[in-house]
């Protein structure tokens, strides 16, 4: 009974702590509602935004197929009346007989029903024939002489496909086209038919409701030849004060259609007071040419409206999801508010064994450090002489021994030789055991921020050169077949002049030189100079095997190296280097695969010019 009351008493919550998880609990309501009505209103702004795409699709297709369709219909029309030109009565001048008309009426019959009459003229522009439907107006006998497209067909021997105009209250285009004697190249007259404009639109699309997606046509001047959004507008200009009245001027749809008359496609959103409209447009070519234009014109809310029901089940399924999570959250609330005190106790438990291990952990970097240091000194205590007595019994005269008798002299000169050989090991090795004390040292310099700089002023450019000079020598009579070259500093000043440890940043360039030897078996290595934004810039280019992927995250970190003979530390202490002279150290491998670049930047001060 005590455990069960003990418990009791853990899980409680105190006034601060039920404080807490009612602010919590209607914060997260508040913000629950807040993201319901902003998902809401973006999952209808992303629906209205995906069905406006798509009908922006649909009628931009939908606007090149009426036009080809139209095309298509005007140049059988063409074809039709390009047969008739050519057929024997009309050749022959025969534009009175009846077998010219009859040969006429056959082919009118074959025309589609929205073509409402056939004729033919003569010479002189005087119709000789004229076929329209029953109580029509035929033209049999008119003058058309003073016609714009009869006047043009006759003066070009072209097709002509006239503007609109009114006649007899129907607004009608004309097409022509010229009788020409195929052997004498004498014009004989012109054969064309009559269409009325809005009954030819209405043909392949809605010309008369405005609430519904519909059709305007114009001609070559901006004329209304059809319009679904007013009859009234038939005949009229686009750009005249009655229609542009009826548009309140409109920039876009200003600039829409004179893009239209100018032959480009394309499509626009406007709203000139009546609502929200899409609009697509194409120009309708016959023979290649554009000759009429139309656009097709959808008021966006009956795209809208189509989702309507779509948009009230987002709006429940939001709802429902939106409640399901206040209850999961506000039951989360509490929970968590009880097991806060559970988990302040582990966290307390696990901070102090973190804090416990790091402690423990900065000891051994520290002992590290301390035995990088010490053994550094250590090794460097024996070998200074060592190697320094080994170079001078290396350079020592065998002159004595050479004068000893002749039966001696020959074994005195082997043993001389097989000594040397060990002593050049010795020094070898007691170089090799120097430069790591060194690398040791300047590990823990370093790491504990005491690197020292003996900062002079010098050419870089000379240093580098000469570094380049000395490394290839030494490599020279090697099996290496690699180039070393310097390449020349071009800049304006010439000398590159830099205040910096000199015997520090040729250290930096041998070890990158190194380094690029290394992984170069062949191939050239590259080292040059440039000077760019406040920064000297100096990169070792090779041709060798590149930086390895599984090496490259851990570059320029101890011990870490794909060489068999290093000890990693070079590019460490490198960096190091450069970075105490608040400088930066970067590599990457070569963009065609082959070799890797190495670069390191010396900053800049005011008394850096040369």
């Known amino acids: 009974m005590n455990f069960i009351k003990r418990k009791l008493v853990e899980y409680s919550l105190g006034p601060k702590a039920r404080t807490t998880g009612v602010i919590s609990v209607i914060f997260v309501i508040v913000l629950s509602v807040g993201l319901f009505i902003y998902t809401l209103n973006v999952t209808e702004s992303s629906i209205k935004a995906s069905l406006f795409d798509q009908q922006k699709e649909r009628q931009v297709e ?19 009346l390009d047969g008739l030109a050519n057929s024997y009565y009309l050749q022959e001048g025969d534009l009175h007989s009846q077998d010219a008309r009859s040969l006429v009426e056959e082919k009118y019959a074959q025309l589609d029903p929205t073509v409402k ?41 072209q097709p002509v496909f006239s503007n609109g105009f009114e006649r007899q209250g129907m607004y009608r285009v004309f097409i022509s086209y010229p009788i020409i004697n195929k052997s004498t190249h ?8 009559s269409i009325p404009t809005v009954s030819f639109f209405a043909h392949y699309a809605n010309v008369e409701d405005i609430n519904s997606q519909f059709l305007i046509a114009y001609d070559h001047d ?37 893009s239209l008359l100018q032959g480009h496609s394309g499509y626009g959103v406007y709203d000139y007071g009546d609502g929200e409209r899409i609009t697509t447009q194409y120009p309708v ?9 139309i656009q097709l014109v959808t008021p966006t809310t009956q795209i809208y409206s189509e989702v309507n029901d779509a948009l009230f089940a987002e709006r429940t399924k939001l709802g429902l999801l939106l409640t399901g999570t206040i209850s999961a959250i506000t039951i989360l609330v509490i929970l968590l508010i009880k097991w806060n005190n559970i988990l ?10 973190l804090g416990e291990a790091n402690e423990r952990l900065q000891a051994n970097i520290k002992t590290q450090r301390e035995f990088l240091n010490i053994a550094a000194h250590e090794l460097r205590t024996p070998i200074q002489p060592i190697l320094g007595l ?20 020959s074994s005195t000169i082997v043993a001389s030789s097989q000594e040397k050989h060990l002593l050049e090991i010795i020094i070898r090795n007691a170089r090799r055991l120097q430069g790591l004390s060194e690398d040791l040292l300047d590990v823990s310099r370093i790491e504990s921020q005491s690197l020292k700089l003996n900062k002079v002023r010098f050419n870089l450019a ?17 099996d290496k077949k690699v180039e070393l070259v310097a390449v020349p500093y071009e800049g304006r000043e010439g000398d590159v002049i830099v205040n910096a440890d000199k015997e520090r940043i040729v250290q930096v360039i041998s070890n990158l030189l190194h380094n690029a030897l290394e992984f170069t078996r062949e191939g050239t290595i590259w080292t040059s100079i440039q000077r760019k934004d406040g920064q000297t810039i100096v990169t070792v280019r090779d041709t060798g095997d590149g930086i390895d992927a599984e090496v490259f995250p851990r570059l320029f970190t101890k011990f870490v190296t794909k060489s068999k003979k290093g000890t990693g530390l070079g590019l460490f202490i490198s960096k190091g280097i450069i970075e105490a002279h608040g400088g930066k150290m970067w590599a990457e491998n070569n963009a065609n695969g082959k070799g890797a670049a190495f670069f390191f930047s010396i900053p800049d001060d005011d008394n850096n010019t040369a």
């Open 62 to 80: 939908a606007a090149t197929k009426i036009s080809e369709h139209i095309g298509s219909d005007l140049n059988l029309v063409l074809s039709t």
């Open 117 to 157: 009459g056939l004729f033919v003229l003569d010479k002189n522009d005087i119709v000789t024939i004229s076929l329209a439907p029953p109580s029509s107006e035929t033209f049999l006998s008119a003058d058309f002489s003073l016609r714009d497209w009869v006047i043009e067909t006759r003066a070009n021997h």
């Open 186 to 193: 004498e014009y004989i007259g012109i054969i064309g038919v």
């Open 222 to 258: 901006g004329v209304m030849l059809a319009n679904g959004a007013s009859a009234s507008l038939v005949g009229k200009n686009f750009f005249g004060k009655e229609a542009q009245a009826s548009i309140n001027h409109n920039p876009v749809l200003n600039n829409l259609t004179k």
């Open 285 to 293: 070519f016959v023979q290649g040419k554009p000759t009429y234009f």
């Open 344 to 353: 302040n106790k582990e966290v307390k438990i696990r901070t102090r064994e």
């Open 390 to 409: 080994a170079e001078v019994l290396y350079d020592t005269d065998n002159s004595g021994s050479s004068n000893s008798n002749d039966n001696n002299s």
């Open 462 to 478: 000379d240093v580098v050169a000469r570094t380049v000079e000395d490394l290839g020598n030494s490599f020279a009579s090697g």
